[in-house]
């Protein structure tokens, strides 16, 4: 009963309540969009990082650090043991890291000199193109698309490439460009050459050496004696994780503006229509509806608001969200300055389970606000209702 | 056969402050409506009319003395009771006719009934049967603001009477008719009353009124000045 008196006044409502609806639509479907969008950079970036980058986990050399091109010297050892077998089955693939400098076209730039196995599976990368058979004197290389256009090289171009090996001594030799490879994971491209691990292990004159190797199979986080730390994958996709956190938490300051901007438009649409219809409180009391009955139609009103936004959404917003889940939105290349590894095109992720969050949470805001003008109906006095006092 | 008390008031007071200082709404007010009445409280504009017959419809409590309804006292009725007693024995028919402006002739009439959980098949009966009554089924799916002042009033009647209430209480309902109206409305009522036998208050200073009434008690300043039988 109570609800079909409170549709029917929100309907004969009008323009007022359309105009409310779709202030709310508005708002849930620009908050499903901004975090589908998030939570799609997410899900694109570690898929990314893991097929290209990670692996399911890593064992890192003790002396090894990402962000210190320094310390590569000295971090490197013979593949342990435990590991030798899962490298033979390619379950593990070793990575060998050294700093060196290059010299496209007179000029000279840092570059680190990554091996690889050419025969790896782990890594979502064409590597096999470093087993092609380069001309006498040189060894075949590979380098990103970004390395590329910053050292303006193009596949067959011969680059000379100087390096310290571990013995100390310093020498050089000439790379042929085999191949350019597109990655949407700048850490595998930017500033790096990649190398067939044999020719990398020969150059610095450490036979089955590694810095880093990968596991296709998830790590217990157990480290391997004194020399190789266990990184497992949720410790390798920190930075990953904290910079979309960083990112959400600037879009909730927006989107929460939006819902109190709308929470506001409801609360003033129900207070008005409450103070207008106090008669009619009157005389519903007078025909035996208790207060608290009549107070809740008025909520009831409210948040029929949210309801019919819920739908609105659905409609409106619903062909919106499968074109952008299906074709992605399109990044331009800026966006790698930020860091963020992504392909040109980012794909949100429009979950059912996110979309019924976010008209949960507010259809929930919207039946509190709905609520706080009602209250004072459930101490209004008949008689003062139906002369129209309200104190 | 002494008639049934539908309601008896004892040492009735109402009280306001005002500035401060007590106001005395109503004084010592001690009367009995029996079944089957059709009586008015007439007095000029602020004798207490609208405060009295507020306090028969359990709309308002009373500052001292007693107040009950079909023996029952009601004058410390909570709420919901209250609402409940309102819902299933007194009926309201206001100056302004007070009808819900989104709902129509029919639905107006449904809501009281909806009130008391009636099934979809009496109620249909029960608002057809009403709305016979006063005259008005061909205009069931008309809202207010396509009824005639006259009209509304009559729906208004409806309303009140389609729930078979012990008693109706009305408050000037012809103040904002016209005469030729006036008159249909009070004929209507008097027939209802005299063939349901439903007990009828009136608040009002109409003379047109006053000409129908079958008890007439005088409320000056307060005070029942005179309690007349006709």
């Known amino acids: 009963m109570i609800t079909k008196i409170a549709l029917k006044n929100v309907l004969a409502a009008g323009l007022r309540t359309w105009l409310n609806t779709f202030i709310l639509a508005l708002t849930m479907i620009i908050i499903i969009l901004l975090q589908g969008m998030y939570d799609g950079m997410m899900t694109q970036i570690s898929k990314s990082r893991i097929s290209e980058e990670l692996g399911n986990g890593q064992y890192w050399h003790k002396n090894y650090d990402p962000f210190d091109p320094l310390t590569l010297q000295d971090s490197h050892a013979e593949i342990p043991n435990p590991l030798k077998d899962a490298v033979q089955k390619r379950e593990a693939v070793p990575v060998l890291m050294i700093s060196g400098s290059v010299y496209p076209r007179g000029r000279v730039l840092p570059a680190i000199l990554k091996g690889i196995p050419a025969n790896q599976t782990i890594l979502q990368l064409p590597f096999d193109k470093l087993s092609t058979q380069s001309p006498e004197g040189t060894i075949a290389a590979m380098v990103g698309k970004r390395m590329a256009r910053q050292t303006q090289l193009a596949e067959g171009d011969i680059i000379t490439v100087q390096w310290r090996n571990s013995k ?45 190797i990968i596991s296709a199979k998830e790590l217990d986080g157990e480290d391997l004696g004194g020399t190789w730390k266990s990184k497992v994958l949720r410790e390798l996709l920190a930075d990953t994780i904290e910079l979309v956190k960083s990112k959400k938490a600037g879009g909730s300051i927006f989107y929460l503006m939006l819902i109190f901007l709308s929470m506001i438009a409801i609360f003033d649409t129900q207070a008005l229509s409450i103070f207008k219809r106090r008669k009619e409180i009157g005389t519903l ?42 074709y992605g939105y399109y990044i331009p290349v800026s966006a790698e300055q930020y860091g963020i590894p992504m392909s040109d095109h980012m794909i949100p992720d429009y979950s059912a389970g996110l979309i019924i969050q976010t008209v949960v949470i507010i259809l929930i805001l919207l039946t509190f606000i709905s609520y706080l003008p009602a209250r004072k109906i459930t101490k209004l006095q008949p008689y003062e209702a139906l002369r129209g006092k309200w104190s | 056969m002494k008639p049934n008390t539908v309601i008896k008031t004892s040492n009735l007071n109402k009280i306001f402050p005002i500035g401060g200082e007590d106001f005395y709404a109503l004084k010592e007010i001690n009367l009995e409506v029996n079944e089957g009445e059709f009586t008015g409280i007439v007095g000029p504009s602020g004798s207490g009319k609208t405060t009295l017959l507020n306090i028969m419809g359990s709309l308002d409590k009373p500052s001292q003395g007693r107040i009950s309804f079909m023996g ?94 012990k008693v109706i209480l009305a408050d000037e309902p012809t103040a904002n008719l016209d005469s030729e109206n006036s008159h249909i409305i009070l004929k209507t009522m008097e027939t209802i009353n005299r063939e349901s036998k439903t007990t009828f208050v009136f608040s009002t200073h109409d003379d047109k009124v006053i000409g129908y009434l079958k008890r007439k008690i005088t409320l000056i300043d307060g005070s029942i000045k005179s309690d007349e039988i006709f």
């Open chain 2, 72 to 165: 029952n006292d009601i004058t410390n009725l909570a709420a919901k009771k209250s609402a409940v007693l309102r819902s299933e024995s007194i009926g309201f028919i206001f100056q302004t006719y007070n009808l819900l402006p989104v709902y129509t002739a029919y639905e107006n009439l449904e809501l009281p009934l909806i009130l008391l959980k009636m099934s979809s098949r009496d109620k249909k009966k029960a608002i057809m049967e009403s709305l016979e009554w006063v005259g008005l089924t061909d205009k069931k799916d008309s809202k207010p603001s396509q009824l005639s002042g006259g009209q509304c009033q009559r729906v208004a009647i409806a309303r009140a009477m389609v729930k078979n209430p």
């Open chain 1, 285 to 326: 009391m007078a025909l035996g509806m208790t207060n608290r009955a009549i107070a809740f139609t008025f909520t009831l009103e409210g948040l029929f608001h949210g309801i019919f936004a819920a739908v609105v959404t659905g409609v409106l917003g619903g062909p919106i969200f499968w074109y952008l889940q299906t």
């Open chain 1, 168 to 212: 100390g001594a310093f020498n050089a030799i000439d790379l042929i460009i085999v191949h350019i490879f597109e990655s949407e994971v700048p850490a595998m491209d930017q500033g790096q050459i990649w190398l067939s691990l044999s020719d990398l292990q020969k150059m610095n004159l450490s036979p089955q050496h590694a810095t880093i």
